[in-house]
């Protein structure tokens, strides 16, 4: 199975900051990346596919990139409502995998 | 706009079946375009991926091998739906399990169902 490691498990941060997100694969997995945002008690919510495509309806604050096996989520200016566990995907192989999570807390 | 619901019990006894059921309303089970998936999430796994079911002019399976032999994922064409079967389940088969839709290997899980709480308890 393809390993997914995300850096960090935790993170904060204050409304207006940059944050990002890292996810390494370990293995080539050309670019089929997944980021997904779960709020507690709810199901997770796709934000980015295909490494930096944005799915629709998601604000533009959000952003992939991805760079070998290395992929990064970056969300530009914090919003109160983004505080939240962060999930990256591998869709290259079964099975799909995800990372361990990020959650975002506030500062 | 996709919605997926889901439907069955919350508790398990050990070494007995867990079933569940996801209602597709907006988008057909029988689409050539989309594939439908079982997702489960617990605070020792994370979130795993179990497997899927998709038709391409027929119908295939995809299941992940941390639970091939006990799993089943079947469509029911005629109500819109697709099933999870579970079978000999232990306490660490307890977590929410989820239903999903992708559309395809680059588009990522789009439409989630509301997730199920199945605890595995005597």
């Known amino acids: 199975d393809i390993q997914m490691t995300q850096s960090p498990s935790s993170l904060s941060a204050s409304v207006g900051d940059r944050v990002t997100i890292t996810c390494r694969s370990s293995?080539?997995?050309?670019?089929?990346l997944n980021w997904y945002q779960q709020i507690p008690g709810t199901a997770p919510k796709l934000l980015i596919y295909?490494?930096?495509s944005l799915q629709s309806g998601v604000p533009s604050r959000f952003s992939g990139s991805a760079s070998g096996t290395d992929f990064t989520l970056t969300i530009s200016s914090l919003h109160p409502e983004d505080f939240a566990s962060y999930y990256c995907?591998?869709?290259?192989?079964?099975?799909?995998?995800f990372g361990q999570g990020t959650k975002l807390e506030i500062k | 706009q996709v919605q997926l619901q889901q439907s069955g019990p919350g508790l398990v006894k050990p070494s007995q079946t867990l079933s569940l059921t996801c209602a597709i309303s907006g988008d057909s089970v029988s689409s050539n375009n989309a594939a439908w998936n079982w997702i489960r999430q617990s605070p020792s796994r994370g979130l795993e991926w179990l497997g899927r079911t998709y038709y391409r002019s027929k119908w295939y399976n995809d299941n992940a091998v941390s639970v091939k032999g006990r799993i089943t994922i079947n469509p029911d064409t005629s109500k819109n739906q697709f099933s999870l079967q579970l079978n000999s389940v232990t306490p660490e088969d307890t977590a929410v399990y989820y239903c999903a839709r992708d559309r395809a290997k680059a588009g990522g899980l789009d439409y989630w169902g509301q997730g199920t709480l199945v605890t595995v308890s005597s």
């Open positions: 995907q591998q869709t290259y192989s079964m099975p799909y995998t």
């Open positions: 293995q080539s997995i050309a670019g089929y």
């Open positions: 295909a490494a930096s």
